[in-house]
């Protein structure tokens, strides 16, 4: 056996996952992302008695199952190795994760450049304002630099273009100001409260996507069956996320585009969203809900029919403003055919959620390799084709509309409230689980291994703003700078949950 097949959310002896020798290993994988509807979800290394341990995570969406295949190095090699990213670009960010920290040489990786200039990076001589931005020498092109810090309320990460005139013909994009080591931390904290918070704080904006992640492997580690109201829980917190989240970034889009109606509508629609999230659990991003083995803040009907109320107020108007929007030229003339991300592009780079959608992948985990109440649901992703600014307002809205649904239709019956709580386990030694959430960014993914005393032995976070940063940079080619923003809004990507 080259591989483990196993389930979203499925935990598995460390031991039973195959150890192949590195050339089998990248053959294995290199093979299965060419295959129709896999792609890499996870590539990543830990040190594992003097040596790397190198996991590598292959969805299969069509049969909604994860390959799990492992390889062992020597800690720091004389030789390079040949390169996954050569084969197949998807791999390109991993590869230059795993060289920074660990200082794996590659013979031929197209790209092998700092990924976040991580606190624990293997040379620390490494500096980010030493950066080796790309250069072409022409008298007749300029580089435009733009950040780290940026006029809006944003947080630190640095563009450099190369400009013919007003027109972009590359765009780099250096992040990894941060250096915040969550990943360590999840080690270091023994307390799970401290690690639920710690999983709520990757990334501000995608507090339900991160820490359902985060509780589904915990419990999935400790053999504990959510409970329906948890589920329930979580589920709505996501799509109250993924509105709150699509409602701001029109209103941004907006901004950049000069519409301020449009800007002033949509922001005043996101506002009660959120605000319904406080008078839940007493904090707009839902931070305090989402916790392993229990619910502290129970869903009532109550509750429900003010949610209810919420929906049937802001739909007409969101729909009213979207439509109104979308019949502006002028508004119109900036959106369609600006920041195009082609299909090719997209599965060469293993792009994930709005970024895939947009372009015509069909890839989002609510269907691929749902969980919880998504399982019930028959999720049809919503795809465009074009690739544009517009495709990707367009995903928005639509999502909107069907988070809306989904929402109704679960309050239609509430679960009753699991009293009392079950006593959370501790996790099982020895143990590998992963956990895929599709927050409104995209496909998230977190995995965690156990030592022999059921504490962490490692831990390991994928943002979906890893995969789609390039995505941003190949969109903006041959487009206006004066169009950057806007584009750069379309995606709307997490510097924090890069910078890990």
């Not at 329930?232 to 950049?256: K, P, Q, V, Y």
């Amino acid at each position: 056996m080259d591989h483990m097949t196993i389930l979203n959310n499925q935990c598995i002896p460390m031991g039973d996952i195959p150890e192949l020798n590195y050339g089998d290993f990248l053959h294995l994988n290199t093979q299965l992302v060419l295959q129709q509807g896999n792609h890499c979800v996870n590539y990543y290394g830990f040190p594992a008695a003097g040596k790397i341990k190198l996991i590598c995570c292959m969805a299969d969406d069509s049969a909604h199952t994860l390959k799990i295949s492992s390889a062992l190095l020597a800690e720091v090699g004389p030789d390079r190795l040949s390169s996954f990213t050569a084969r197949h670009l998807s791999f390109h960010a991993f590869e230059r994760e795993l060289h920074e920290v660990f200082a794996i040489e590659y013979a031929d990786h197209p790209w092998l450049k700092p990924l976040r200039y991580a606190f624990n990076r293997k040379h620390q001589q490494n500096r980010i304002e030493n950066y080796p931005f790309y250069r072409i020498d022409s008298e007749e092109l300029h580089e435009v630099g733009v950040g780290p810090v940026h006029a809006g309320v944003i947080e630190p990460g640095h563009f450099r273009f190369i400009c013919s005139g007003e027109q972009i013909l590359h765009l780099e994009t250096q992040l990894g100001y941060q250096h915040r080591g969550i990943e360590p931390l999840f080690l270091s904290k023994k307390n799970l409260l401290q690690q639920t918070i710690l999983a709520e704080s990757i990334a501000g904006d995608t507090v339900a996507g991160h820490t359902t992640a985060f509780v589904n492997i915990r419990e999935s580690l400790s053999g504990d069956i959510p409970a329906d109201e948890w589920s329930f829980a979580r589920a709505i917190a996501l799509e109250m996320e993924r509105m709150a989240n699509h409602t701001g970034g029109l209103s941004a889009i907006c901004a950049d585009i000069g519409y301020q109606l449009g800007a002033a509508v949509f922001g005043r629609l996101r506002s009660p969203l959120i605000n319904f999230m406080q008078q839940w659990c007493g904090n707009r991003f839902s931070k305090g809900l989402i916790r392993a083995g229990k619910n502290n803040f129970p869903f009532t009907g109550e509750l429900g029919a003010k949610l209810g109320s919420l929906l049937d107020a802001f739909e007409p108007d969101f729909t009213e403003m979207f439509q109104t929007m979308k019949s502006l030229p002028t508004v119109m003339a900036r959106l369609e055919k600006t920041g195009v991300l082609t299909r090719e592009q997209a599965e060469s780079i293993g792009a994930v959620g709005m970024a895939a959608r947009s372009s015509g992948i069909n890839r989002d985990i609510r269907s691929s390799h749902p969980s919880g109440l998504y399982a019930q649901l028959n999720h049809q992703a919503v795809v465009k084709h074009h690739g544009d600014v517009y495709s990707r307002i367009r995903i928005r809205s639509d999502e909107i509309h069907q988070s809306m649904g989904y929402i109704r239709q679960w309050l239609r019956e509430i679960p009753l409230r699991v009293t009392p709580d079950p006593i959370i386990q501790k996790p099982a030694p020895g143990l590998f689980s992963i956990s895929l959430v599709e927050g409104w960014r995209g496909e998230i993914c977190h995995c965690g291994i156990t030592d022999k005393n059921g504490a962490w032995m490692h831990y390991k976070i994928k943002d979906p703003s890893m995969n789609n940063w390039l995505a941003m940079a190949l969109a903006v080619r041959n487009n206006e700078i004066s169009d950057f923003p806007l584009c750069n809004k379309s995606f709307d990507l997490s510097y924090c949950g890069h910078d890990l």
